[in-house]
Every structure is written in C-alpha cells, then in structure tokens.
C-alpha cells in the first residue's frame, strides 16, 4: 500500500464528510486519495492556524461552503471583509482548474446564503445587540480590561441591580448603578453588597466610559439578538452569517467576547442532543488569540467548560489564530480537527513554538513534520481530524480545494444592500430604549407596591381549615410578599455569569 493509499484508509467515511483536498507525498498529489472531515465528528470541534498570507482565510471559506451545502448554519467573523464573496459564485480561471484536477474536485462557481450582521448600530451590516444584564460581569470585564478584584466586584454590582429588579440594558444604565452606589445616597448600598471599595467602583466606572468613548456603547442595548436567528437554512443550505468588524477595529476583544456571549446563551438555551449525525451551528472564532489574551482565570475556566460541553448542544466551534500556542491547553485538547497552515522559524521564539506544535500531531512515518511545516505551499496544510469512530486520523499534507464562491470582498455598498434586504433588518435595525435602571435611578422610583393575594373563598359558616388559617397570618402573608418580589426580581445567572432568559 502506498503512503497515499495508508494516509487516505484513514480517513475513509460512509457519512456525509467535508471534503478538504487531497493527500501528498514527497511532493506528489494523489487526486484519489482524499481528507475529509466526518460530519458527525464536526462538534468535537477544531483548529485552523498558520502564518499571514498562508491561506487560512480561504480554508475558513471551504469549511463554510462545505459546511452550507451540508444544511449547516455557519458563523464566522469577517475581520478583513474578504468572506463576503460567499455570497457570489466565484470566478473560473486556469489556477482553479489546476487546483480542481490536483484535488479530484468536481468544481463548479457557486453562491451561498449569506447574512451580513454588525455587532452594534454603526455598520454596515444587520446590527446585533446584547443587553449588559444579559452579557454578564465575568464577559463585560474581559471587554472592560479588568484585573480578578476589579471583575468580583462587578459581579457585586451586578448581583445588586438583579436584586433590585433594576434592568442593566445599555452602558448608561449600568454607569449610572456604579454612579449611586459611589455617590452619599448609595454608600449604604455600596458597604451591604460586601464591602466594595469605592476606589475600586470608580476604576470599574472609568472603564466604562473609556468603553463608550470607543463607540462600546453601541453594542449594549435592545432589541437583543435572538440566537436562533443564526440556525436557518435557505434552500436546503445553510446560512452563513457573516459579522463584519470594521467598527471594532479599536476594540478587537469586544467581538472575540460577543461570540463567546452567543455560545453561552446556545448552551443555556438548547436541549441535550447528544451524537448528532451533523451539527446544528458551527462557530469560527477568527483572531482567537485575542479571546484568551490577559484572561481572567474564571474567564478561561468558563471557556475551557463552555468547549467541553457545548458540543452535546449540536454546536461546533473552530478556532483560528496563527499559532497554535495562543490557545490554552486545556481548549487545545478539546479541538479534534486540525489544519495547520504554514509556519515560520525566523527567531528563536518562531523555532520553539514550532517545537510545541510538532509535539500536538501524532507521529507519523511519511513526513519530518518540523520541515513539513515551514515547507507548505499557500493553500496547502498539514492536517489531522477524528475518524467517525472517534480516533484521531494519520497526519497528512493536504492540498486544499479551491472555494467555489467568489475569492474576493463584494464591497461595501453590495454588503449594505444585501442587509437591507434581509428579513432580519426590521426585527434589529431600530433601537428600542425602554426604562431600565438608568430611567429609574433618575426618576427615584418609589417602592414597589405591595402585591394583594386574594382571600380564600369560604362558604358561610364553614369554620377556616389549617392551611387557610396560616395563609391567613399577617406575618406569614408579609414573608409571602417579600419572597415573591425577591424571586421575581433576581435573575438566574449561568456560564460566564450570563443571564439565563425564558424565551
């Protein structure tokens, strides 16, 4: 058996697959000989890395092309605009026709659908928002740059305004909390939450206006993104969502944190599905070395806890970075796909991150993997997935198909018509501002009402039982009144401290 043929065994499959390209050895592509990735092994998650201009971009838009064709919803963040052309069919040239005949690909110009989204008015895409309640302290000081102190202390802040029944909808609803609680009135409030330092508020409260001086502000609000709306299908294809960043350009954490904000309100909202045989949302989070840079411990806890369980969701996640040193262990050995574009050795720091990478493929017989991946050719990779029996499949250097969709941005203007178009635009283009803390702080709200609980209905003469005569105390109706006001106003909050909704 040739090292083709052995490479290719491994990674045969009866199912639906995505197909990636074809296997090559000592310089020689073998057309048949194809790697493929098990549909039903997509939400055991994966790994796209390499060096600039290696081609990961492109191998991003097979993976949703492959993906959509497949009736699987995609998002993706659009970080260079260059993902829009999904949307297109691509255009035929002699490289595609070369690249098709080395990969056995019967290629053909194809459009996708597509959804252009925004995180935040501003855009030029659909604009997505997230309420402050419901993105939660422990994302919200990721976004902020908090150090451990200053983000258990916004957790504080928080667990008050759920306590008080005062909704945190936008930026200046949650400024003006922080602000009562620092001024004279709130200082009580401030030392019965557990002693916040008001020293430490104030650097919460400078962070935020340094966030809305960003244009951060934008984001927070309503009406707030319903996470189904990225789980549809279009003729039997699934959509793409592409978000698109060039508003964020300042803050790059706040869409790596949105995306994680989505994949926790999947998690708290979806049913157990167990092995599905494809997945019903696949998430790539580009630039992914951002998501975890200056993280807090109970932010990568929450990430590492999210990976492991999101995938009994139905839902895959990819992440995309160079290296694949910039993901914490304990995600890396969740992801089982990996396609590992080429790497660079130029300095010492380049040469012992290739060392690390090395170590994170099996061995194998047919390469030097050390000089296979500063050898790669651009929209080539060395790859590895999980075969449908679980088993991680041979190392092999993949030539990869070319994407069938249009290798090029559609430009501005296209995006913004196409958004315009979309069904989603009126359910999210226009901001609603209801009242919320910072309308009530202002307005210094009385208390609310005491709530009345009927009588029990008696029959005259019918001398009241056990039961009516407890519910019938004073004390035990004013207990009754409070608990119930209690547990209407507190929110139950899940992973990342994200407020769990009942839609």
């Not at 790994?47 to 600039?52: E, N």
Request: with cysteine; charged share 25%; net charge negative.
């Amino acid at each position: 058996m040739t090292a083709q043929a052995e490479i290719a065994a491994g990674y045969a499959s009866e199912g639906a697959a995505i197909e990636l390209g074809a296997v090559l050895v000592d310089g020689t592509v073998e057309s048949t000989a194809h790697v493929r990735i098990p549909l039903s092994m997509v939400n055991r998650h994966g790994l796209v890395a390499g060096a600039t201009g290696t081609g990961k971009t492109k191998t991003l838009q097979l993976l949703a092309e492959q993906l959509s064709n497949n009736g699987v919803p995609v998002l993706m963040a659009d970080v260079k605009g260059d993902l829009s052309g999904l949307s297109q069919q691509g255009q035929d040239s002699d490289r595609t026709k070369t690249r098709a005949a080395d990969t056995g690909d019967d290629w053909q110009a194809t459009a996708f659908p597509v959804q252009f989204l925004s995180i935040g008015t501003g855009g030029i895409g659909v604009p997505l928002r997230a309420s402050i309640t419901s993105f939660g302290p422990i994302l919200l000081s990721k976004v902020l740059g908090l150090n451990d102190t200053q983000e258990s202390t916004l957790g504080l802040i928080f667990h008050w305004a759920d306590s008080k029944g005062l909704p945190l909808l936008d930026t200046k609803d949650l400024r003006s909390v922080i602000q009562h609680l620092t001024s004279d009135e709130g200082k009580a409030d401030l030392k019965g939450i557990g002693g916040v330092s008001s020293s430490t508020a104030g650097v919460i409260l400078r962070a935020l206006v340094n966030l809305e001086a960003q244009g951060g502000d934008r984001f927070f609000g309503e009406p707030e993104l319903d996470p189904a709306d990225l789980m549809r299908e279009r003729d039997g294809k699934g959509v793409v969502s592409l978000l698109e960043l060039a508003e964020l350009q300042g803050n790059p954490a706040l869409f790596s944190t949105f995306l994680m904000w989505l994949l926790a309100e999947l998690f708290e909202t979806l049913p157990e599905e167990g092995d599905v045989e494809k997945p019903k949302l696949v998430f790539f989070f580009d630039e992914a070395h951002l998501l975890f840079s200056n993280a807090s411990k109970a932010f990568l806890d929450q990430i590492t806890q999210t990976v492991k369980l999101i995938r009994s969701k139905g839902i895959g996640v990819f992440f995309c970075t160079q290296l694949p040193t910039d993901i914490p262990n304990d995600v890396l050995s969740q992801l089982g796909a990996r396609v590992q574009h080429a790497l660079r050795a130029f300095t010492p720091d380049d040469q012992k991150a290739l060392a690390r990478t090395v170590k994170t493929y099996p061995t194998t017989p047919h390469y030097d993997l050390e000089k296979a991946l500063t050898s790669l050719g651009i929209g080539e990779a060395v790859i590895t997935v999980l075969s449908e029996k679980g088993a991680p499949t041979p190392v092999a250097w993949t030539r990869l198909r070319a994407p069938r969709s249009l290798m090029d941005t559609i430009g501005n203007d296209a995006i913004k018509q196409a958004a315009s178009q979309s069904d989603l635009h009126g359910k999210y283009s226009e901001t609603i501002d209801r009242e919320s803390a910072y309308e009530q702080l202002m307005q210094k709200v009385a208390p609310p009402q005491e709530e009345h609980f009927p009588e029990p209905q008696r029959q005259e003469k019918e001398e009241p039982g056990m039961v009516e005569k407890v519910l019938g105390n004073s004390a035990v109706k004013s207990f009754l009144r409070s608990a119930g006001s209690a547990l209407a106003r507190e929110i139950t909050r899940g992973l990342f401290g994200t407020s769990r909704k009942r839609r």
